[in-house]
């Protein structure tokens, strides 16, 4: 050991811990250290978490594929007589959307977003933690994404970018303890905070508080993004309300939602790179 | 140990770094544990130490402490100390008192993580109220068995890597007592 730390490699190897330990304090201390140290780090790490997913995707699939044969099989022939059945259907279609038309008015309900520039991206990495959540995708700055874009999937809001690289970004989820948003009940327009918690991370919920007391929320109730500041996106579903209680100060209610999204399910989402509001 | 075989070590102790974290941060979650984040790199880190001594133990472990710090975002340079001080730790102490063996990498590696798993815990999840102590048994602990049956490879890996030149040390060595 001692004989170690005289030769040549042992002194470079002090010397190199010195300054990394060093470098990397001084990076926390003054500012975007902590960044800076993440987006190196993401990285280097980022084309073997890529490399890893392929190699994992493609494994899934096939045994996926193999464990689903006969079940394809039987699949195809349903199909077969389903073809038949949806051939006459078509003819009706033109109707059902004329009448789709008809009903969205009767509704009230109006398109409120001109146009979303959307593109897909694909989970390669996911937070190697239990206190966080938070997942890497293989697209970044390169392709236009930016801090604090939202992500989705096909059910609703899943969370937003939280660091950027290149070619890969990470996306911390509303699930995670840090993630707070504002939302709002559709129908009656209560607003409250959707924060993640750690007790509820594993179970796809969210707390929502500040819910003035009194309020016209109940269970069932469907919650989108409120937009309130301009940074998201109003309207996009955000999870239903699965029990509200009176906080215990009295003061107000608190709620626990469930995500709209499987999180843990997810293997690709969309990033919203740009989007505007009809008023 | 001739210098080539110091480089060659270092480069192939990088590579299963990287191949070894890659793996911890896209495959592993995937595969259905829940909550459950199993650190394989502590176990990389323990069988440098065990089977490469106290230097290359304390830079493997100040390698994957760095990635780990960055990777998890949170309390920064936390796994760097503890995984590098561990690690010249067990490299220092464990020829003195156990043969080098898987098994023995395996011991120091769940010792090891038992350790830095439990007081990030304590420290920066149950005294500040974020979750209940019991989550040190239905979370941390489930974490280290599952990193400690994933962790016997690694070692197996880090084994054959330890290996490399040290034949011709030892010949050397022979060489030099009977000269």
Partial sequence: MRGFFRSLFGKILIIAVAVILVGAALLAIFGEGSSVFRRTALAIVSPFQKGYTAVYNAVERFFAAGERYDDLLKENEDLRAQIAELEGQLRDVSEIMDENVSLRDLLGMKQRYESYDIINATIIGWSDTSWRSCFTVNRGSDDGVELGDCVISHNGLVGRVSELGGSYAEVTTLLDPSSGIGVSVVGNGVTALAKGQLEYMDSDRLLLSSIPHGSNIFAGDLLETSGLGGSIPPGLIVGKVERVSASPDGMGDYAVAVLAEDVSALTGVYIILDFSVEE | ?179
């Avoid at chain 2, 650190?39 to 100040?62: C, E």
């Avoid at chain 2, 402490?65 to 490299?91: E, K, P, R, W």
């Avoid at chain 2, 020829?95 to 304590?122: K, M, Y």
């Fill in chain 2, 1 to 179: 140990m001739q210098k080539r075989f110091i480089v060659i070590k270092t480069v192939l102790y990088l590579a299963d770094i990287l191949l070894i974290i890659g793996f911890q941060t896209s495959v592993l979650p995937r595969l259905g544990a829940g909550r459950l984040a199993p650190m394989l790199t502590v176990y990389l880190a323990a069988a440098a130490a065990v089977f490469d001594g106290a230097g290359a133990g304390g830079l493997v472990g100040l390698v994957c402490g760095l990635l780990t710090d960055a990777l998890c975002g949170s309390t920064l340079l936390y796994h760097t100390l503890f995984l590098s001080l561990i690690s010249a730790l067990v490299g220092y102490i464990s020829p003195n008192i156990f043969r080098r063996r898987v098994l023995t990498a395996v011991g120091w590696g769940i010792f090891a993580d038992i350790a830095i798993q439990s007081c990030r815990f304590i420290f920066s999840v149950y005294l500040f109220n974020r979750a209940p102590f019991s989550e040190l048994f239905t979370v941390v602990m489930p974490s280290v068995g599952i990193a400690a049956a994933l962790g016997l490879p690694v070692i197996a890996l880090a084994r054959l890597i330890g290996r490399l030149g040290r034949r011709e040390s030892n010949q050397s060595m022979l060489r030099g007592r009977i000269g």
